[in-house]
């Protein structure tokens, strides 16, 4: 089993997805839900090439489906650092535009 670390912003991203799915589906759908999540990044994290290379933008990131979400994610020597987790129907290239050098930041952090 390989590692995976969280930053902080995708730990923030983690609570409003928990905190949202409690409020529209209730607390044993949510836990299922965020676990499913868990268990998506540690399947990233034993394959890391299941991700899409956005390697042709401004900032290029891997990006994997997880869930109704996307793990944005970074491969390093010590595992996969998952730097985002956002809803499939937000602008994510937008969003890693206007993002994108703090996420790096984040992740030599780790």
């Known amino acids: 089993m390989a590692d995976f670390y969280i930053t902080n912003r995708a730990r923030f991203h983690m609570l409003e997805i ?3 799915s409690t409020s529209d589906w209730g607390e044993t759908r949510t836990k299922r839900y965020m676990s499913d999540l868990l ?3 540690q399947k990233i ?3 890391p090439k299941v991700g899409n290379v956005r390697k042709h ?3 290029p990131f891997l990006m994997a489906p997880a869930e109704q979400h996307y793990a944005i994610y970074a491969e390093t020597e010590k595992g ?3 730097a985002a987790v956002l809803h499939k129907r937000r602008d994510i ?3 890693i535009r206007d993002i994108g050098p703090t ?3 984040e992740i030599e952090n780790l």
């Open 45 to 47: 994290a034993d394959d």
């Open 93 to 95: 290239e937008a969003i």
């Open 80 to 82: 996969i650092v998952i």
């Open 57 to 59: 933008r401004l900032e």
């Open 103 to 105: 996420l790096d930041r």
């Open 39 to 41: 268990a998506a990044f």
């Open 18 to 20: 928990e905190e949202r």
